[in-house]
Nanobody
Framework: QVQLVESGGGLVQAGGSLRLSCAAS??????LGWFRQAPGKEREFVAA????????YYADSVKGRFTISRDNAKNTLYLQMRSLKPEDTAVYYC????????????????WGQGTQVTVSS
């Protein structure tokens, strides 16, 4: 089993920055990812990273503004978000899976409880 706990969400003005953290416990997963869900919308892929951290993947909407990273010694996943826009407002979820990287939420069996990010215009 894998337990995931997100933190770092909050209210920020457009153009600002936030860093989300996800503390993982239990067994190690090869792939960690971030997803987000805005009100009335489906949960969507944001970014993912492999165990070694050598491979990262981003949604086109956040590429160049968000950076995903992981500290395996601390069992923690991060999402550095810069140049935030009102459309980035959502609940952000940390997720974990084994095997290959996927952008599909259906392939991630482990999820955190989510952290709210609100970007004001």
């Amino acid at each position: 089993q894998v337990q995931l706990v997100e933190s770092g969400g909050g209210l920020v003005q457009a153009g600002g920055s936030l860093r989300l953290s996800c503390a993982a416990s239990g067994r190690t997963s090869s792939v960690l990812g971030w997803f987000r869900q805005a009100p009335g919308k489906e949960r969507e892929f944001v970014a993912a990273i492999t165990w070694s951290g050598g491979s990262t993947y981003y949604a086109d909407s956040v590429k160049g503004r968000f950076t995903i990273s992981r500290d395996n010694a601390k069992n923690t996943l991060y999402l550095q978000m810069r140049s935030l826009k009102p459309e980035d407002t959502a609940v952000y979820y940390c997720a974990a899976k084994d095997g290959w990287v996927s952008r599909s939420r259906n392939e991630y069996p482990y999820w955190g409880q989510g952290t709210q990010v609100t970007v004001s215009s």
